[in-house]
C-alpha cells in the first residue's frame, strides 16, 4: 500500500477553452497524466505563491503534487500544515482587499494618489466630532489631517482626498483626539488603520478610474493598466508594454501602460508576477434585490437589505443567493441549493456595514465591490432637460395656447431618450434623444402633444392648443337665437361626437334653432371643439 503523501491543494492549469488558468484537483492531474511533471514544463502553478510546482509518479508515496526544494520559494505551504498555511494566505488575501481604495490619477504634468474614504454614518459624526484622522507614510511623515465631520466625509459614497506623490507600500490612519490631545490607539472606525499603498516590485492599477489592482483581482484582455514600479520593464510576449516618459513622477520609479493583446498562456504568467489573474471571460454580476444604487466607478453598492441575489455571468448565467457575514458553516445549513450560494466575508474593525465582494478560493477574488448598507431614502434629482424655440428661449411650462417663435422647437436633455409626437389621440412621430446634445428644430402645430421620454418612462408633456373662446361661458338663460349665432362663430380644431352627447338634445325643447343645428352636426359626427365645449357648458348639469 502506497504512503499518503499531504498534496497541494491550490493547484492551477491552464486552459485553452476559457483562455484562464482553472484550479485543478491531484485526481484530475492523475487521470491526464502518467508519470513525472518536472516543474519545468510549467504545466502547473501554485496560485499561492505563483511557483510552477512538479507532479510525481507513481512510487511508495501516493502521486502529489509538491514544490520544487529550492530555498529562494517562500510559498507558506512549504512550512508546517498545508491547510492551515493556506487558510492564513487566504486571509493575507482578505485583509489586502479591506483597504480603502487607493488611486493612481495623473494629468498633463504628473502623477498623486487618492485614497477613497467610506461615507459615515450621522451617529458616527456625533460620536467623534472630537476626533481628527491623520493620513502618514509607513516612515511616519504626515501627509493630510482632517476633521472627522459631514462637510469633509459625508457628501458622497467615497471621499477622495489627494495625499500627493510619496510612495509608501502602506499608509498608516492615526486618530487624534482632540480634547485630551492623544492618539487613541484603541480606536478604530470603518476605514481601519493601514491602506495597502505601493509595491516597489510592482502594483497595478486600472487604466480608466486608476483604482488600485488588489492582488489575487482578475484583469481583462484589451483593456488598459497602468503598472507603477522601480523595475525596469522589457518587452513581453503579447502583452503591449509602453513607458510613459512624459509625466513627472518620482526619481527611480517607472510608469508603464500595459494592456494584454490575446488571453493565452504567456500574457496570463506576466500578470501572475503582479499576483493577478489574466480572463478572456471577466465575470460579471448584476444585483436583483433588494433595492440597491450601484456606483460602478467607485465600486461601491448602496443596498437597503439583509440579503442580496444576483445574477452571476460567467459561462453560464447563474442566479446566486448571499449571505452577509454568515460563516460558511452558516451559509451551507442556510436553506436553499448549496451550489448557488456565495459569502461575504465581513470585516473585522470596519463594521458590519462594509464588505467586499470575495470568493473562498483564491483565483476565484475576482471582483472587489463595497457594499454599504443604506436606508436609500434620497429623492433622485430630476434630470435637466430644456424645450427651446428657435431664439433659444426656453418653453417652462406644459400648456401653450400659442404656438413658438417659428413655429419649431428642439430638446436638450442629459441622458438618452426620445421625443413622441402624438396628434389626434395617436403617435405620429418620434425624434431620438442623445445625452447631452440638441435636437434638430422640428415643427409643432396645434392640437400636438409633445411627450418626452427617458427610457421608457414619460417625464413631461406639452400641449399646443387653442384657447378656449369666452362664448363657452354661458348659461341656460341665453336666447335660442344668441346661442345659434354663438355656435355658428366657433372655430377651431374638429373633433368627433362622443355617444354621450345624444342626451343634450332632449334639453333642448325651448331651443329649436339650436337642436336644428345640434342635429346637422350629429349626422356629420364632428364639431368645433369649442361648439362643443359650449353646448356642454350650456346644457350639462
Not at 318 to 342: C, H, N, V, W, Y
Amino acid at each position: 500500500m502506497n504512503e499518503r503523501q499531504p498534496s497541494l491543494t491550490h493547484v492551477e492549469k491552464w486552459n485553452d477553452e476559457i483562455k484562464k488558468y482553472t484550479h485543478i484537483t491531484i485526481d484530475e492531474a492523475k487521470e491526464e497524466y502518467s508519470g513525472t511533471i518536472s516543474a519545468s514544463t510549467r504545466i502547473f502553478r501554485c496560485y499561492a505563491c505563483g511557483d510552477y510546482v512538479s507532479l510525481t509518479k507513481e512510487g511508495i508515496q501516493e502521486r502529489h503534487f509538491r514544490h520544487e526544494h529550492d530555498e529562494s520559494c517562500r510559498c507558506p505551504d512549504k512550512v508546517g500544515n498545508n491547510s492551515a498555511s493556506y487558510t492564513r494566505e487566504c486571509q493575507e488575501i482578505r485583509n489586502n482587499s479591506r483597504s480603502l481604495p487607493f488611486y493612481l490619477k495623473t494629468d498633463q504634468k504628473g502623477i498623486w494618489f487618492e485614497i477613497g474614504f467610506f461615507r459615515l454614518d450621522r451617529k458616527s459624526f456625533h460620536k467623534y466630532r472630537n476626533m481628527k484622522v491623520r493620513i502618514l507614510t509607513e516612515t511616519g511623515h504626515i501627509l493630510k489631517t482632517y476633521w472627522i465631520r459631514p462637510e469633509n466625509f459625508g457628501q458622497v459614497p467615497i471621499t477622495h482626498i489627494k495625499i500627493g506623490s510619496e510612495c509608501s507600500k502602506k499608509y498608516m490612519l492615526e486618530y487624534l483626539n482632540t480634547e485630551s490631545n492623544k492618539i487613541e490607539c484603541n480606536f478604530s472606525l470603518a476605514w481601519g488603520k493601514e491602506i495597502c499603498g505601493i509595491d516597489p516590485c510592482g502594483t497595478v492599477f486600472d487604466g480608466k478610474s486608476g483604482k488600485r489592482i488588489p492582488d489575487g483581482a482578475c484583469v481583462e484582455v484589451e483593456h488598459q493598466y497602468w503598472l507603477f514600479t522601480k523595475e525596469q520593464i522589457s518587452q513581453y510576449n503579447d502583452v503591449h508594454i509602453c513607458e510613459n516618459t512624459r509625466l513627472e513622477i518620482p526619481i527611480e520609479w517607472h510608469l508603464y501602460q500595459i494592456v494584454a493583446n490575446t488571453a493565452c498562456q504567456s500574457a496570463a504568467n506576466f500578470f501572475r508576477g503582479y499576483r493577478l489573474f489574466l480572463t478572456g471571460s471577466p465575470e460579471k454580476f448584476t444585483l436583483l434585490w433588494p433595492v440597491c444604487t450601484q456606483y460602478l466607478s467607485e465600486h461601491i453598492i448602496l443596498y437597503t437589505g439583509e440579503g442580496l441575489s444576483l445574477l452571476r455571468y460567467r459561462e453560464q448565467t447563474e442566479r446566486k443567493e448571499i449571505f452577509l457575514g454568515m460563516s460558511k458553516a452558516e451559509t451551507e445549513d442556510a436553506p436553499g441549493d448549496q451550489t448557488k450560494k456565495l459569502q461575504f466575508v465581513d470585516l473585522p474593525n470596519c463594521g458590519a456595514a462594509y464588505m467586499p465582494l470575495v470568493w473562498i478560493r483564491r483565483n476565484e477574488i475576482n471582483q472587489y465591490v463595497y457594499l454599504l448598507k443604506d436606508p436609500l431614502q434620497e429623492r433622485a434629482k430630476k434630470p435637466e432637460i430644456r424645450v427651446l424655440d428657435q431664439d433659444g428661449k426656453i418653453l417652462a411650462d406644459d400648456d401653450y395656447f400659442s404656438l413658438p417663435l417659428g413655429g419649431k422647437i428642439s430638446v436638450f436633455a442629459s441622458f438618452n431618450g426620445f421625443v413622441e409626437i402624438w396628434e389626434d389621440g395617436f403617435p405620429v412621430d418620434r425624434i431620438e434623444i442623445k445625452s447631452k446634445t440638441e435636437t434638430e428644430h422640428f415643427p409643432v402645430h396645434y392640437g400636438w402633444k409633445i411627450r418626452l421620454y427617458q427610457g421608457l418612462d414619460c417625464i413631461r408633456e406639452i400641449c399646443f392648443q387653442h384657447k378656449a373662446s369666452e362664448d363657452v361661458l354661458c348659461d341656460l338663460h341665453m336666447p335660442d337665437m344668441e346661442l345659434l349665432i354663438r355656435l355658428k362663430r366657433c372655430k377651431g380644431k374638429i373633433v368627433f361626437l362622443p355617444h354621450s352627447i345624444g342626451c343634450i338634445a332632449l334639453k333642448m325643447a325651448d331651443y329649436p334653432r339650436t337642436k336644428r343645428w345640434f342635429s346637422a352636426a350629429v349626422r356629420k359626427q364632428s364639431i368645433p371643439e369649442d361648439a362643443l365645449a359650449l353646448l356642454k357648458g350650456c346644457f350639462e348639469e
